[in-house]
């Protein structure tokens, strides 16, 4: 690493730490020849593999630029979209490889988009799962609805969406009021009755 003040061709690392969430090491160097000091921040590289078969380094801009254009419209923050980075940044590094799908970027992206806002996950889900029909859209609104009424059972504040596996949603489990979203009035499922809070 050389030095970014005299360019000299090398620098001594005089202290190491990791960051707190064990993706990067920071490194405090000194320059033996101005005697200067610097800091280089190393995480590992993490390449995106497009469909095409091309690829390119993974970019938190380009997740918030496929992500805003669902949100338009949406109460959706600059920073609400940064945090909605960095989380799908540190999903896809958890799993420690170093190559990954675009497609893995995508399944990242819909779980925390769900908890931001549940009108741009829709539209998310719906290009990039390429919903084709309305009965797509029906049944990622349903899952939703069961979501709620879950979550609903299990406590008024708890947070819609935690640790689920969205697609094993019961049928039949549409919000006995479903027509608070206001996304129509087409019965999602067969609702012939309320759903029974679960005992416990
Ligand atoms: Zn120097």
């Given at each position: 690493m050389h030095c970014p003040y005299c360019r000299h061709a090398d620098s001594r690392v005089i202290d190491s730490r990791t960051a707190e969430d064990g993706a990067s090491i920071r490194r405090r160097r000194q320059c033996p020849s101005c005697g200067r000091r610097f800091t280089t921040l190393e995480t590992s590289s993490l390449t995106v593999v497009k469909r095409s078969g091309a690829s390119e380094p993974f970019s938190r801009d380009k997740v918030v630029a496929g992500v805003r254009k669902a949100c338009q419209g949406r109460p959706v923050s600059d920073d609400d979209l940064a945090l909605l980075a960095q989380q799908v940044e540190e999903a896809v590094r958890a799993s420690g490889a170093a190559q990954i799908d675009a497609h893995e970027i995508g399944l990242a992206i819909l779980g925390p988009l769900r908890q931001l806002d549940e009108v741009a996950y829709l539209r998310f889900a719906s290009v990039y799962s390429s919903f084709s029909s309305l009965e797509d859209f029906e049944a990622a609104i349903a899952t939703l609805r069961a979501e709620h009424t879950a979550a609903r059972a299990a406590g008024e504040d708890a947070e819609p969406g935690?640790?689920?596996?969205?697609?094993t949603a019961p049928a039949?489990?549409?919000?006995?009021?479903?027509?608070?979203?206001?996304?129509?009035?087409a019965s999602l499922g067969?609702?012939?009755e309320p759903a029974q809070a679960p005992a416990h």
């Open positions: 935690a640790a689920s596996s969205a697609t039949g489990t549409a919000s006995p009021t479903g027509a608070e979203t206001g996304t129509g009035s067969a609702a012939e």
